[in-house]
């Protein structure tokens, strides 16, 4: 009799199979222009299904996945039985509440429901506030009913707890997790766990390249790499240590595999999903041309041992992490992604705030709060290669962001002076002096923590001091001073 594959509750009513069938390929599969049979592909999902692979993600830049799902559900009988997870994944720049309704219409139209499973939302940049507000509306749709669960995906820990703690209810955070990348495994986990949001992990297989048949394969030219999967997870691969260190962890998977008698891609899957805070894995699929239905199913048919887990523990541990926390890649250098930068997915970055010049050659940018008009400043003043940033308070419109968590505060406000930054055509890397305000004293070395987290390797000359803030919600104040080199 074959194993039954597992269920994750990811809210109450709403379970998934701890092994998602992943949907991106579909993209990779169009390339050429042409878009796939929704119907003939749709049914090469009935037996993932009928094997309990109930789960399936997809985006709605994945090509035609989001089509060729809701036909699946709309035609096939088995398709009721499934729980589709999507995405919105909007250019940056401001949204309105009204793009934010049409983006899951259109979701809705196209996967044949009247009720999204599960969204999930990615934001580009933090350094501009509209990811928090289209958070914001994607929760009135679901107290709406438009939405079953709320998402995100590749939030760092930092943005995430920001978002809980301002009061968006999110069960699930979709990062990179596999053998090569273990930055899940960390503050991740940890925030995560305590906060009831489950790690959806993908990239376990990296693309294929954890697996038997590249043990002892010599390193590939880059011409030889056809899928982007590939082309991503080689630069995953090259930010490990390269070729030799990852061929060092691929050798002891195999031991492994050996040992347990099943696929090494089934120990790299394994060890994934047996990490802290992680419900589920997502396993790429090609659909109608490549099936691993049965292999998946196997997960669920035995479990690491001690002496397993220690052996990959050791392996892993001769890797260099990659950098940053869970969804770097896709804001900062290094830039692992298919193309090695952001050319398959953006045009550009709009300033973040509104900037006016005066006639003294002055810029003044403007974060839209009521305190700018009210007391008549300006977030931040560029004099020529000089750049300064108001005392700023983690205030977005009239609300506080953060809650009655300093260190989300405070990771807010880092985000404003950094959007303050940005539109006058400076960095964080830039700043030359930080003054801090704690509202208590018992706050200091949490907000330090979060300044040390952004300001790492730049290292500013700082001053941190408790003060009666204005305002009865505000725990933390930042102001910063820039000064612009290089131009």
Known sequence: ????????????????????????????????????????????????????????????????????????RATHQSGGACQLLTKWVPEPGPVTREQVRAAVSRACERLRTDRIDLMQFHAWRYSHPAWLDALTWLQELKAEGLIGQLGVTNFDTAHLRIAVRSGIELVSNQVSGSLLDRRASGRMAEFCSANGVAILAYG????????????????????????????????????????????????????????????????ATRYVLEQPAVGAVIIGARLGQRSHVEETVRLFDFALDDESRAMLDEAVATLRPIPGDCGDEYRRPPYLTAAGDLSHHLREFPSPYPVLSDEQGRQRAFSGTMWEDLAGFSRAVRTRKRVLVSGTTATHGTRCIGGWDAAAQAHFVIDKVEGALESLGASLADVVRTRVFVKRMADWETVARAHGERFAGIQPANTLVQADLVGDDYLVEIEADAEVTGE
């Open 1 to 72: 009799m074959p194993p039954s594959v597992e269920r994750f509750q990811l809210a109450p009513g709403f379970t998934i199979s701890r092994a998602i069938t992943g949907l991106w390929q579909v993209a990779d599969m169009e390339r050429d222009g042409r878009p796939l049979d929704t119907a003939g592909t749709a049914s090469a999902m009935a037996p993932y299904v009928e094997a309990g692979l109930t789960t399936f993600d997809m985006a709605d830049h994945y090509g035609s996945a989001e089509l060729i799902a809701g036909d699946f």
């Open 204 to 267: 376990t297989l990296a693309g294929g390249f954890l697996s038997d048949r590249w043990v002892g394969v010599p390193e590939p030219a880059a011409s030889a790499l056809t899928t982007w999967p590939q082309m991503k997870y080689r630069r995953f691969i090259g930010a490990a240590g390269g070729w030799g260190a990852y061929q060092h962890v691929l050798t002891v998977a195999q031991e492994v595999a050996r040992r347990l008698g099943v696929p090494l891609a089934s120990v």
